[in-house]
């Protein structure tokens, strides 16, 4: 064989193989990124949560032992118009649903405020 030959073979075969590894390594560290962003991204939501849960805490004595799913409120005008329960609530206010205790309370963590509470209405409560 010509050592021209030999010499664009080795040539097409090397860049072949190190754009072959620059695609597998650019895969691996965009999953590696998207699995970590994720990840931080529920810490900073879990974190939030018991910050909430904590302050609730200072102003109310809270289920113990039950961890309550905790959600924002992002439009209270909705709410009140198709639920009581959120009469007096504002956008950033927050929910603290205990499932198994069946207890539901709206809190104000800017006023640190309780300012409804309740029950969970699950089919066996109906």
Same mark, same amino acid.
């Not at 560290?29 to 805490?57: C, H």
């Not at 329960?85 to 006023?111: C, K, M």
């Given at each position: %064989? $010509?050592?021209?030959?030999?010499?664009?073979?080795? #040539?097409? &075969? *090397?860049? &072949?193989?190190?754009?072959?590894? #620059?695609?597998?390594?650019?895969?691996?560290?965009?999953?590696?990124? *998207?699995?970590?962003?994720?990840?931080?991204?529920?810490?900073?939501?879990? /974190?939030?949560? @018991?910050?909430?849960?904590?302050?609730?805490?200072?102003?109310? /004595?809270? *289920?113990?032992?039950?961890? !309550?799913?905790?959600? %924002?409120?992002?439009?209270?005008? *909705?709410?009140?118009?198709?639920?009581?329960?959120?009469?007096?609530?504002? @956008?950033? @206010?927050?929910?603290?649903?205990?499932?198994? &205790?069946?207890?539901?309370?709206?809190? $104000? !963590?800017? /006023?640190?405020?309780?300012? @409804? %509470?309740?029950?969970?209405?699950?089919?066996?409560?109906?």
């Amino acid at each position: %064989m $010509d050592t021209k030959k030999i010499g664009k073979i080795i #040539l097409i &075969s *090397s860049v &072949s193989t190190l754009f072959s590894a #620059l695609i597998i390594v650019g895969g691996g560290f965009f999953v590696y990124t *998207s699995y970590l962003k994720g990840w931080v991204a529920d810490y900073k939501t879990e /974190r939030q949560s @018991n910050a909430v849960i904590k302050e609730a805490g200072k102003v109310i /004595r809270l *289920s113990e032992g039950e961890k !309550p799913q905790v959600s %924002m409120v992002l439009d209270a005008q *909705s709410l009140k118009q198709n639920d009581s329960f959120f009469e007096s609530a504002q @956008n950033g @206010n927050t929910v603290l649903i205990y499932e198994q &205790s069946g207890i539901v309370i709206l809190f $104000d !963590p800017a /006023r640190h405020k309780v300012l @409804n %509470m309740g029950m969970v209405a699950t089919s066996s409560t109906q």
